[in-house]
């Protein structure tokens, strides 16, 4: 049974700065590829960035250059990064595990919410 715990959500102003992690059990979480997500209010859930088990990353559009995906292998968390932030950054923000021949978990964390104010 995987568990995913997101953290460090809250209230930022716009152009600011907030950190989240994601602690992972349940898993061999080194060996699998991670990921973040978001969903707005009112709107689907959308992808945001991944970081496989070699570290490489990709990223939405949406967030590229404000946004940093990292892991900690040791601590068995991931962490976003998010810098200038905006009021489209809204939204309630969730983390995943990918596994080969499973995909993305289908059990979703609590998630932890960031309000950008203008």
């Known amino acids: 049974q995987v568990q995913l715990v997101e953290s460090g959500g809250g209230l930022v102003q716009a152009g600011g700065s907030r950190r989240l992690s994601c602690a992972v059990s349940?898993?061999?979480?080194?060996?699998?590829?991670m990921g973040w997500f978001r969903q707005p209010p009112g709107k689907q859930r959308e992808f945001i960035a991944t970081?496989?088990?070699?570290?490489?990353?990709t990223y939405a559009d949406s967030v590229k250059g404000r946004f940093t995906i990292s892991r900690d292998n040791a601590k068995n968390t991931v962490y976003l990064q998010m810098n200038s932030l905006k009021p489209e950054d809204t939204a309630v923000y969730y983390c995943?595990?990918?596994?080969?021949?499973?995909?993305?978990?289908?059990?979703w964390g609590q998630g932890t919410q960031v309000t950008v104010s203008s």
């Open positions: 995943n595990i990918y596994r080969p021949g499973a995909g993305w978990y289908d059990y």
């Open positions: 970081i496989t088990a070699g570290g490489s990353t």
């Open positions: 349940g898993t061999i979480f080194s060996l699998n590829t």
